[in-house]
């Protein structure tokens, strides 16, 4: 059974919103645009290892402080979060688009403990506590235990097959998301249905005056002959207190198995 206010778009959908904005079903795969041949999307070796190395360093940085992250694709997707990554806690905002409804949906990360507000599953200042052993693991909602960053910026990082400085404080090149299903909340199906394309995605990232993460672009393969949305991952507020509190007792109830069954768990 469906839970009740989520059809037509859907928490499943919404959860694929994650990936690409609520284009492509959690169930179904994309069909790319393109019909080159896997072999003609063989790995590059051209990265330079000082780009590669400043990369890696500014995503590390996700990992020691407290950021606020915002992540888009067009107009149908945008998610908005406050972290603390040293403490393992955090809020995020995740609000999706359809044709002709919309959601949003909000967590909250402490520790091992995530925290849901769902509409039609949970009342007015209440929140749904959800118990990630019964969800697969490319399901995600917003925030999710062990990843405190949403878009897993340093694993997405690790798939570059080519990077270089192209400016002052930028850099680009491209990512082989077939190394990368389940990170920037891209699922493995719809990497599939990206096809060759998936192994050659542009790129371009830009570092504040520290060195860190400002914002990082994914252009994204077309798919179904649908004009492509980039993922754009802005990093701000380097530092600034978080503060996250656990909701009330008596304003905390246990997840319904609609839940678990929408986000494809048991």
């Keep these: 059974m469906r839970t009740p206010r989520l059809a037509g778009l859907g928490l499943a959908a919404a ?19 393109s019909s080159a041949p896997a072999s003609a999307a063989a790995p590059s070796t051209s990265a330079d290892p000082a780009a590669v190395q400043a990369l890696s360093d500014a995503a590390a940085t996700l990992g020691s402080t407290s950021f606020t ?15 603390d990554a040293p403490h393992g806690a955090g809020t995020a905002e995740m609000a999706a688009k359809g044709a002709n409804t919309s959601l949003t949906v909000k967590t909250l990360l402490l520790g091992q403990d995530l925290y849901a507000q769902i509409p039609g599953v949970t009342q007015a200042n209440t929140w749904t506590h959800l118990d990630m052993a ?10 999710k235990p062990g990843q405190i960053d949403p878009a897993n910026t340093a694993d997405l990082l690790r798939a570059t097959t080519d990077v270089r400085r192209s400016g002052e404080s ?3 090149g491209t990512l082989d998301l077939t190394k990368a299903a389940g990170v920037a909340g891209i699922s493995k199906v719809t990497v599939d249905g990206y096809g060759a394309d998936a192994q ?19 252009r994204l393969p077309a798919v179904d002959n649908r004009e492509a949305q980039p993922l754009v991952i802005k990093y701000s ?20 198995a609609s839940v678990y069954q929408a986000l494809g768990g048991s």
């Design 69 to 83: 992250m915002t992540m888009t694709s067009g107009a149908g997707f945008q998610l908005t979060a406050n972290l």
């Design 15 to 33: 959860t694929a919103a994650f990936a690409v904005a609520g284009c492509a079903s959690a169930d179904t795969p994309a069909t790319s645009a």
């Design 237 to 256: 507020g380097y530092g600034q207190p978080v503060t996250v509190q656990r909701p009330p007792a008596g304003q905390i109830t246990e997840a319904p």
């Design 134 to 143: 019964r969800l697969p693991d490319g399901a995600n909602i917003g925030l």
């Design 200 to 218: 050659r995605v542009p790129f371009e990232a830009i570092l504040d005056s520290q060195d860190r993460l400002e914002q990082l672009t994914l």
């Design 170 to 172: 930028s850099y680009s």
